[in-house]
């Protein structure tokens, strides 16, 4: 498979390095494939579905061709998930995609512990440390620190902002020993994250370790995101049938969104096949994608601290995979937007546990609560031409 990058697409390089580069050095752009090659129809038409690891086993391997063997890819498919997700029915026709059941309760588990053991393979006839230095608002940190805790070959350093993480992602991502390290920066998320790209175009830092890095600016960490949305869309549609009586049910993903690397990995998954119709980016005040798709025009923007901090992001660094690989009038046809505010996000969490039992996340509430409105005709109304006032949430 041959990548190329966002800023320039005459860069052609292969799987190692793109994860091992992290983003390119000369342009500050982030990898892609070249191509998203779709799964054979009869592996996507099973039923029952295949297992988790069996669909990330297939997802997977034409990104590493002639880089990893079958064999080796399956013992990190093997290695990296010994949890599954688990989709959860609220009612007849909406599920809960959990995604929290690894090793640091947040779904950033599924693309770091890849990502780990790949980067861990590639360094593994290296005589030096691969230095991994990663941004995180919360869930990322924790998560990476986790994975890359003890792995051979590899050196751990999470920037922070002081303040603006829950004591306990704090607690998780601070309290590693060994090869992971955390630093409190006093500013927000994208402060560390400017951190973070400026040192990875600094040449004389750059001569004196090898850098690469762990957010989802990293292709090693988008790509395997995407082995859920296959995996949850099949089980989906094959408990329709069961649940709703609906046998080709158009599922709507609802992804709750911060720097926009789950949602980019949610758009690779359908480009391979799923069965996802469209999609919905719930995100917080931070709506600088929410704007960009209602007024034409991007504009990066300080973050803004919510309940939701996991996605206090005002510059998401996925909007240049996602303008790379679709026009904005494809990215229309594809998803809508959604913002709420702090005063929202505390009624959703208290609407989705009367209406439904469930007790929710601050994250998570934002993407019910556009279902919710969705179910309630919402999503129609858009259709129809009825465009909500896009500084208002909705």
């Given at each position: 498979?041959?990548?190329?990058?966002?800023?320039?697409?005459?860069?052609?390089?292969?799987f190692?390095?793109?994860?091992?580069?992290?983003?390119?050095?000369?342009?500050?752009?982030?990898?892609?494939?070249?191509?998203?090659?779709?799964?054979?129809k009869?592996?996507?038409?099973?039923?029952?579905?295949?297992?988790?690891?069996?669909?990330?086993?297939?997802?997977?391997?034409?990104?590493?061709?002639?880089?990893?063997?079958?064999?080796d890819?399956?013992?990190?498919?093997?290695?990296?998930?010994?949890?599954?997700?688990?989709?959860?029915?609220?009612d007849?026709?909406?599920?809960?995609?959990?995604?929290?059941?690894?090793p640091?309760?947040?779904?950033?588990?599924?693309?770091?512990?890849?990502?780990?053991?790949?980067?861990?393979?590639?360094?593994?006839?290296?005589?030096?440390?691969?230095?991994?230095?990663?941004?995180?608002?919360?869930?990322?940190?924790?998560?990476?620190?986790?994975?890359?805790?003890?792995v051979?070959?590899?050196?751990?350093?999470?920037?922070?902002?002081?303040?603006?993480?829950?004591?306990?992602?704090?607690?998780?991502?601070?309290?590693?020993?060994?090869n992971?390290?955390?630093?409190?920066?006093?500013?927000?998320?994208?402060?560390?994250?400017?951190?973070?790209?400026?040192?990875?175009?600094?040449?004389?830092?750059?001569q004196?370790?090898?850098?690469?890095?762990?957010?989802?600016?990293?292709?090693?960490?988008?790509?395997?995101?995407?082995?859920?949305?296959?995996?949850?869309?099949?089980?989906?549609?094959?408990?329709?049938?069961?649940?709703?009586?609906?046998?080709?049910?158009?599922?709507?993903?609802?992804v709750?969104?911060?720097?926009?690397?789950?949602l980019?990995?949610?758009?690779?998954a359908?480009?391979m096949?799923?069965?996802?119709?469209?999609?919905?980016?719930?995100?917080?005040?931070?709506?600088?994608?929410?704007d960009?798709?209602?007024?034409g025009?991007?504009t990066?923007?300080?973050?803004?601290?919510?309940?939701a901090?996991a996605?206090?992001?005002?510059?998401p660094?996925?909007?240049?995979?996602?303008?790379?690989?679709?026009?904005?009038?494809?990215?229309?046809?594809?998803?809508?937007?959604?913002?709420?505010d702090n005063e929202?996000?505390?009624?959703?969490?208290?609407?989705c546990?009367?209406?439904?039992?469930?007790?929710?996340?601050p994250?998570?509430?934002?993407?019910w609560?556009?279902?919710?409105?969705?179910?309630?005709?919402?999503?129609?109304?858009?259709?129809?031409?009825?465009?909500?006032?896009?500084?208002?949430?909705?």
């Amino acid at each position: 498979m041959i990548y190329t990058d966002t800023r320039d697409n005459s860069v052609k390089v292969d799987f190692r390095t793109a994860v091992m580069s992290g983003m390119n050095k000369k342009t500050g752009g982030l990898f892609i494939p070249e191509e998203f090659p779709k799964l054979d129809k009869s592996f996507i038409n099973k039923n029952p579905e295949s297992s988790f690891r069996d669909i990330a086993f297939n997802m997977a391997k034409p990104y590493v061709d002639g880089e990893i063997s079958d064999e080796d890819l399956a013992e990190i498919i093997q290695n990296a998930y010994p949890f599954s997700p688990k989709i959860v029915p609220l009612d007849n026709i909406s599920y809960v995609l959990e995604l929290f059941h690894g090793p640091t309760c947040a779904f950033k588990d599924f693309g770091a512990r890849f990502m780990a053991r790949t980067m861990s393979f590639f360094n593994k006839n290296e005589d030096t440390p691969l230095h991994i230095l990663v941004a995180t608002s919360g869930d990322t940190g924790s998560a990476v620190g986790s994975a890359f805790h003890n792995v051979p070959g590899l050196d751990v350093t999470i920037l922070y902002p002081d303040g603006k993480i829950s004591p306990l992602q704090e607690k998780q991502l601070s309290t590693f020993t060994g090869n992971v390290r955390a630093l409190k920066i006093k500013g927000t998320f994208d402060d560390c994250q400017k951190l973070v790209k400026t040192a990875f175009t600094d040449e004389d830092l750059r001569q004196k370790l090898r850098l690469s890095s762990a957010n989802s600016i990293n292709i090693a960490r988008l790509l395997p995101q995407s082995f859920y949305y296959m995996y949850s869309s099949l089980v989906v549609r094959n408990r329709c049938v069961l649940d709703n009586k609906i046998s080709e049910p158009n599922i709507i993903m609802v992804v709750p969104s911060g720097n926009f690397g789950n949602l980019t990995s949610g758009l690779i998954a359908k480009r391979m096949g799923a069965p996802i119709a469209g999609f919905t980016a719930a995100t917080n005040s931070n709506r600088t994608i929410p704007d960009w798709i209602a007024t034409g025009t991007y504009t990066a923007r300080a973050s803004m601290e919510t309940y939701a901090n996991a996605m206090d992001v005002g510059a998401p660094s996925n909007y240049e995979r996602i303008k790379a690989m679709y026009s904005l009038e494809e990215v229309k046809d594809l998803f809508a937007s959604y913002w709420l505010d702090n005063e929202g996000i505390l009624q959703a969490i208290n609407a989705c546990y009367e209406k439904t039992g469930y007790i929710i996340d601050p994250h998570g509430a934002i993407g019910w609560k556009a279902w919710n409105d969705i179910k309630n005709g919402k999503l129609e109304d858009l259709i129809n031409g009825n465009k909500n006032d896009f500084n208002k949430p909705g």
